[in-house]
């Protein structure tokens, strides 16, 4: 599993979802990395992609609902970054209906989605905690 303990910001529902992201991610990069044929784990992209297109959006949504309620002054920067990412996960939709999905594109679309999530989650979201304590919450 690739979650690490540093990536916790303190807030259990936000945690929680990012447990669940990087379990997903590291059953995903498994897949993936497994030794046959590519077409074999079509469907295991299809369901990862399915998967990420719902759930980033309800944890997104539920992300952004907590920064409102804090008052959390990098939301709309916070914001920018899950509309990319959004949108980096839609292209990848796209090229898998349009059939244009090869082993390549497979493997390109889980290094991104670790990167993104490590990067995002391992440094923007951190901030959060940082501005919670700074404000003598719990996180």
Same mark, same amino acid.
């Given at each position: 599993m690739m979650w690490k303990e540093r990536y916790r910001i303190g807030v259990d529902v936000i945690d929680n979802q990012h447990k669940e992201l990087f379990d997903r991610l590291s059953?995903?990069?498994?897949?993936?990395?497994?030794?046959?044929?590519?077409?074999?784990?079509?469907?295991d992209v299809k369901e990862t992609l399915d998967?990420?297109?719902?759930?980033?959006?309800?944890?997104?949504?539920? =992300?952004?609902? +907590?920064? !409102? =309620?804090?008052? +959390?002054? !990098?939301?709309?920067e916070h914001r920018e970054a899950h509309d990319k990412f959004r949108e980096g996960i839609n292209?990848?939709?796209?090229?898998?209906?349009?059939?244009?999905f090869n082993e390549e594109k497979i493997k390109e679309f889980a290094a991104k989605l670790m990167t993104w999530l490590i990067m995002h989650v391992g440094k923007m979201?951190?901030?959060?905690?940082?501005?919670v304590r700074s404000k003598g919450g719990n996180a």
């Amino acid at each position: 599993m690739m979650w690490k303990e540093r990536y916790r910001i303190g807030v259990d529902v936000i945690d929680n979802q990012h447990k669940e992201l990087f379990d997903r991610l590291s059953r995903f990069i498994q897949t993936v990395q497994k030794d046959t044929i590519w077409e074999d784990k079509m469907d295991d992209v299809k369901e990862t992609l399915d998967f990420m297109k719902e759930y980033v959006i309800y944890h997104f949504n539920d =992300e952004e609902r +907590y920064q !409102e =309620e804090i008052n +959390y002054p !990098e939301l709309e920067e916070h914001r920018e970054a899950h509309d990319k990412f959004r949108e980096g996960i839609n292209e990848y939709v796209r090229i898998f209906e349009q059939g244009q999905f090869n082993e390549e594109k497979i493997k390109e679309f889980a290094a991104k989605l670790m990167t993104w999530l490590i990067m995002h989650v391992g440094k923007m979201d951190q901030r959060i905690g940082e501005y919670v304590r700074s404000k003598g919450g719990n996180a």
